[in-house]
């Protein structure tokens, strides 16, 4: 793959050097929802707009409604899920920590998001995701959901979302998988 194949859309890099700190500093910053596996990050939703706009006052700074950040944070959940990277979490004894710190994450964005907010703003920014499609990645989040559950419903997502892939889905899995064991 090319320098240019690997970098991710959406992303700029600034660095400087901060005469305060007296340090280089760098500013990762983000223009477009480009969300997938780690490896990957393959697809893009045009929804930036409307995460901005759904944003609320909290403190000093904006942040997104609840019901965004939880209809984003499960579908990326449930992208990232690689069941060898879950059979190599258990090998380490990591794997019931991640999956605990995934679903505490879940719970939280679940009591902070209004129902009816939440299956507006689906209904209206993730048209191509049915209530039932983001139930099934909803419940495949549990820390009981088998691997072979949750190869199925990202699976059924990866397919509802391949118009907005970067690349095929035979395409992304070769990919992750080179850059896996590079």
């Excluded at 907010?117 to 209530?131: D, E, G, T, V, Y």
Aim: proline share 3%.
């Amino acid at each position: 793959l090319t320098q240019k194949e690997m970098e991710i859309p959406g992303i700029l890099n600034f660095y400087a050097f901060d005469s305060g700190l007296q340090k280089f500093i760098h500013v990762h910053a983000h223009y477009q929802l480009v969300f997938g596996h780690d490896l990957t990050k393959n697809y893009h939703l045009p929804i930036e707009d409307a995460y901005l706009n759904s944003a609320i006052r909290e403190g000093e700074i904006n942040i997104a409604a609840p019901e965004m950040e939880l209809i984003l944070f499960a579908l990326r959940m449930v992208l990232k899920f690689s069941a060898f990277e879950t059979l190599a979490r258990s090998v380490t004894g990591k794997s019931k920590k991640h999956s605990a710190e995934i679903f505490d994450e879940l719970n939280y964005l679940k009591t902070e998001a209004d129902d009816l907010k939440l299956r507006n703003a689906l209904r209206q920014h993730f048209p191509m995701i049915s209530w039932q499609l983001f139930s099934d990645c909803l419940n495949s989040l549990k820390p009981d959901a088998t691997i072979e559950k949750r190869i199925l419903i990202r699976q059924r997502l990866e397919k509802e979302l391949a118009v907005y892939g970067r690349l095929s889905r035979f395409s992304e899995k070769m990919t992750r998988l080179i850059r896996w064991f590079s």
